[in-house]
């Protein structure tokens, strides 16, 4: 299988891998015929990322999509973030084999998801200073 | 610049410089058909029947008793259904854990109204004897069980099942592709009545392989056309590929004894190295029953292709035992009928060593492997 440098970049010094303390959003996506998971933490302020977090289990390509991701999440607004395709994921990692696209599916449904929880964090702590 | 290191022999082997010299001259000036009467065909003949006799010799067989075909899984097609469609009708046993050249073989025949057994292993991936001996019916017409299998290395007691199917006179298929040339095989001792063997995987060229068929075995065969193979096969043989094949048994008959004791060693050094620097991992295969370059660890909650990757990028080659090839992965149907747990299968990783491999090649991959392993387990999510 062909990859590009980018990914084997990626792949080979990821970035922002592991955890975060006290993160404002965490969301995983999981692509289960492959058993792929990968998961997000994100620091938000003033309704955008400044810092994203993953951790991932799956392919090459996977751990590759998902340090992408986390570079394409930082300094979006969430709003931003809750329309990310895939396609962008599998762009930052200069283009995926066909059998492998899941990578930047599972990478970008993963990053919506944490998005969606930052929001949804946000609204319940605005609702109760409300 | 890496360091090179090949550890995918059971996939494939590089051709000896002595087959590829035996080769070049049926490329050109003896490139005639076989079949051909003239003096051109009489070379090529010459040149094809040398390397029978000289694969004759080495499995203690008859010259009439080899056919020679495209590859393995052309020998394993051509012995199942040979057999079987000789009979008409019947039932076959074989393995869960067979090549697909054999499984596919034996499922096509399942569509054609044939009855199949496919016979468990234990956790070491070996057959029962006494399982093929309960599966026996009376209308059986094929037992087909590999002598070693090509993921985890595992000989199966071919002699012990040999013995039933000879006592219940049942024709004995097995697929030799792993041991063929890398350790002995007594066609007689084993009651062997079918052994498929093949070219590239001992240091000789690809699309070339052979068949043993035991004098006396009713069969037909499955590819019709003209006279050539003594009508059990037809086409013009691959003579540049065939005289490679049996250079390359020379070879083997030379080479053979001495690799298999030094390879088991570094097979075994590659396997301690691991052990005692990686946490979570366990060895696939029986410990010692096993092929002397095969080492198949499944690392526990890290996904095998990451770590071909990985070592690939440090100029290491193996082979996953998972693998994604259109976005579904599933681990090795051999783990599988093992009973190895999904969260170790997923991490299995083959390693074939062969006749270049040495004591630093073992220990360089040993040295990528653990940081590497660690690495991709510090960015594992735990499940919920």
């Known amino acids: 299988m062909q990859y590009s440098p980018a990914l084997i970049d990626h792949f080979r010094n990821p970035r922002n891998a592991g955890i975060m303390r006290s993160p404002d959003g965490v969301g995983e996506g999981e692509y ?4 792929d998971l990968v998961r997000f933490h994100l620091r938000v302020r003033a309704g955008e990322v400044v810092e994203a977090r993953f ?3 799956g392919c090459g390509p996977t751990i590759a999509a998902a340090s992408a991701a986390t570079e394409l999440a930082t300094g979006r607004t969430l709003e931003a973030l809750l329309e990310l395709p895939a396609a962008h994921v599998e762009a930052a990692v200069g ?6 696209r899941h990578a930047a599916e599972v990478a970008a449904l993963g990053l919506r998801t944490a998005a969606r929880d930052a929001l949804s964090r946000l609204e ?4 109760r200073h409300a | 610049m890496n360091r090179r290191v090949y550890l995918d022999h059971n996939a494939s082997t590089p051709v000896y410089p002595e087959v590829v010299e035996a080769m070049l001259p049926y490329f050109g000036e003896r490139f005639g058909n076989p079949s051909s009467v003239h003096g051109f065909g009489q070379e090529a003949r010459e040149g094809l029947e040398t390397a029978r006799e000289q694969i004759a010799h080495f499995l203690r067989a008859g010259k009439e008793e080899i056919v020679f075909t495209s590859g393995g899984t052309e020998s394993d097609n051509l012995a199942i259904k ?3 469609l000789g009979r008409g009708r019947g039932h076959l046993i074989t393995s869960r854990i067979e090549h697909h050249a054999v499984l596919r073989a034996v499922e096509s025949l399942e569509g054609l109204g044939f009855e199949a057994t496919y016979l468990d292993v234990d956790g070491d991936g070996l057959v029962d004897p006494e399982a093929v001996q309960r599966a026996v019916r009376s209308d059986t017409v094929l037992i087909s069980v590999m002598h070693a299998n090509s993921e985890i290395g595992t000989i199966q007691p071919v002699r012990e099942i040999g013995a039933i199917a000879r006592a219940r006179g049942i024709p004995f298929h097995v697929d030799g592709v792993q041991t063929f040339g890398k350790v002995p095989i007594d066609l007689d001792a084993c009651n062997i009545d079918l052994l498929s063997f093949s070219g590239h995987k001992i240091y000789g060229p690809k699309g070339v392989a052979g068949l043993y068929i035991r004098k006396g075995t009713r069969m037909v065969s499955v590819q019709h056309g003209g006279e050539h193979e003594r009508r059990r096969r037809a086409g013009t043989e691959n003579v540049a590929g065939i005289v490679g094949l049996g250079r390359a048994v ?6 053979m004894a001495g690799e298999a004791a030094r390879l088991t060693g570094l097979r075994d050094r590659l396997w301690e190295g691991i052990r005692t620097r990686v946490p979570d991992v366990r060895l696939s295969g029986h410990p010692t029953r096993r092929l002397p370059g095969t080492c198949n660890i499944c690392f526990r909650d ?7 990757l990985g070592l690939d990028l440090k100029g290491v080659a193996v082979s996953a035992g998972s693998a994604c090839t259109s976005g579904n992965v599933e681990p090795s149907y051999v783990l599988v009928a093992m009973g190895v747990p999904v969260a170790w299968s997923m991490g299995a990783v083959r390693h074939s060593l062969g006749r270049s491999t040495t004591a630093e090649d073992i220990d360089y991959v040993v040295e990528a492997t653990v940081p590497l392993v660690a690495k991709l387990r510090s960015a594992v999510p735990g499940r919920v």
């Open chain 2, 250 to 255: 020379q070879m083997r008959s030379r080479d």
């Open chain 2, 302 to 308: 890290v996904e095998s292709e990451s770590i071909v």
């Open chain 1, 55 to 57: 951790q991932a289990y």
């Open chain 1, 95 to 100: 283009g995926l084999p066909e059998p492998r």
């Open chain 2, 82 to 84: 040979g057999v079987a």
């Open chain 1, 32 to 35: 289960k015929e492959c058993m």
């Open chain 1, 124 to 127: 319940t702590r605005s609702g």
